[in-house]
């Protein structure tokens, strides 16, 4: 043996013999050689002490194979928390998951419970990057956490479960339950002047409005959590919750103020999420954030900016197998690619995504997923396979209630019915009057949401629609006072499309 503190140094110790090793530990009489692993996990104790940390994986597996499980769970334990501060995933499932599989022989008691929360939470936060946020396994984690949490009164583990809990339900778009989660949230860290938390109780339900297409709601509630959030504390956090409160919630408000008509404040806000992810992040914020960008990005339709932010994100992702954001950057890669003309067609290779982000458990997204996808399809000029994706992509949203992109649906589904029509007729005639009461229908949503970017889309259609018609200067005096509305983003392809359409006369 080597007793060399550098010898051990993060390192995880196992058996590498060869056969005839293998051979000669095997009939050493399993009572010695308990008492070889004990010796050896002492001697290590000793030699370590001020840097037990590095050799924790060792000891685990000596105490382990000694049969001492109670130092064994200890080390496991310690083993899992140093490779949670490094943010090696891998690591931190193996030795938490370990530890509680020892921890389950032993009889149920306040001290085995305490041991197993402690393992339960960060395990989850662990999860939630590598499985996603709505994978069976991160429920049954954090609702056994809850359940030891209650029985216990552990209260300093019971915020985070509930963030847990309530960030799976709301990927899994149950946003009744999700609700009922954060709201006991904020009601316990009052209760326990735990003022600190309440971001995460804010930014779940700056989250969940916004998925609904409450964006002024989602905004509200970003500004309360922003007041309790302190961006250079944020990495402990971040270990216990999985995630950063404040960058959740500037990200959707940036995409928010975005839908609402503020492209300036929206990039002002974006470029505050990307500064504080490169100075106080670790790996699956800073990933979380670049996908983020590339999202806001192409709401811009700056496809090479939307294109450098997400490889971004998938190279960061990758490095750590942070497989949630991994499935989103990867979609909007290869959508770019279909979009730009990079690749001839992406359309099998965005399904496949659509259908392992399904595989995951997550509801949230998908329609925008089938959204993107159908305009891949009408890039390949396939509108009949467009419109089909459209219709999908609706029947989520009346699933779930995600609203945040059904005006848009709405709207394209309108183009789509026009694009289909034959050139005269009575089906052609039946076909505008339709997609003249979707116009109507998504602009009417996103009034009522305040979403003037994209009432200015619906709008921008019902024009086209009506020009050259009898009604074409009502849609005129209509789409003029819908542009009005707007106080900046003049030079955005949307607004600088509505009025180029109003000067030309088309």
Known sequence: MNNSADHYQGTEYSFTHSWFQKVIYERIPPVRRNHFHRQAGQRLESLFKHDIEGVAPALALHFEKAGDLSKAIHYRNIAGQAALQLFSADKVV??????????????????????????LVPLGSVLVATRGYAHPEVESVYERAHKLCRKTEHSAQLLPTLYGLSTYYMVRGNFVVCRELYDLFLETAEKDKNLSALAWGYSTGCLANWYQGRYRKC?????????????????????????????????????AFWIMGYPSSARNRMKQALNIAEQHSGPLMHSFVLCFAGWLELFFKDYDKSYQFVTRSLTLAAQHGIEYWNIQASFLQEYISGMTGRKADVTQLLNGYIETHRQTGAVLIRGMFLYLLAECYLQRNDPASALESVELALEATKETGEDWWKSELLRFKGDLLLKLAPRHGEQTRERAYKAENLYLKAAALANEQSAKTLELRATTSLYRLRAKTSREESARQRLGGVMAAFTEGFDTPDYRLAQSLLESGR
């Open 94 to 119: 193996r030795h938490l998951s370990r530890g509680l599989q020892l921890l389950a022989s032993l009889p149920e008691d306040s001290k085995r419970a305490d041991q197993e929360i402690e393992m």
């Open 219 to 255: 905004c509200d509630l970003a500004e309360k959590c922003l007041k309790f959030y302190d961006p250079s504390s944020q990495q402990e956090y971040c270990r216990l919750y999985g995630m950063d409160a404040g960058l959740a919630s500037l990200l959707h408000s940036s995409l």
